[in-house]
C-alpha cells in the first residue's frame, strides 16, 4: 500500500523557519518523483516544489526558489521541504505526493499525503 505521511507543519511567527518532512512506503522510492504542493484557504493546490532522480531539483512558487529548500534522504525515503523567512501568505495546508515524474500540475500526481497545517502568525 502506497503511503505519503507529512510531518513538521505548526504554527510559527513570521519571519520563522520549518522543515516539513515526507515519509514515503509501499514504492520503489528511487523511481518517483516527490512533490510538495500547498493550499492556503479559498485558493486552489499549487505546486511548491518537486524532486526526482530523473528530473533534479524544482521550484514552482515565485520565480526564485527561496525561501523554499527541497532535500531528499533516499536511505529513509524521505523528502524535506525547509521554508525560510516564513510570511503570513505562507499559511496553508502542505500536502507531498508522488508521480512518475516531476509537475506542477495537481493531476498528475496519483499518491498523496493528508497534509501538514502551516500557519504563520504576523
Known amino acids: 500500500e502506497v503511503q505519503l505521511v507529512e510531518s513538521g507543519g505548526g504554527l510559527v511567527q513570521a519571519g520563522g523557519s520549518l522543515r516539513l518532512s515526507c515519509a514515503a512506503s509501499g514504492f520503489t522510492f528511487d523511481d518517483y518523483a516527490i512533490g510538495w504542493f500547498r493550499q492556503a484557504p479559498g485558493k486552489e493546490r499549487e505546486g511548491v516544489s518537486c524532486i526526482s532522480s530523473s528530473d533534479g531539483i524544482l521550484y514552482y512558487v515565485g520565480s526564485e526558489k527561496a525561501p523554499f529548500t527541497i532535500s531528499s534522504d533516499n536511505a529513509r525515503n524521505t523528502v524535506y521541504l525547509r521554508i525560510d523567512s516564513l510570511k503570513p501568505e505562507d499559511t496553508a495546508v502542505y500536502y507531498c505526493?508522488?508521480?512518475?515524474?516531476?509537475?506542477?500540475?495537481?493531476?498528475?500526481?496519483?499518491?498523496w499525503g493528508q497534509g501538514t497545517q502551516v500557519t504563520v502568525s504576523s
Open positions: 505526493a508522488a508521480a512518475p515524474q516531476c509537475s506542477d500540475y495537481v493531476r498528475w500526481f496519483h499518491y
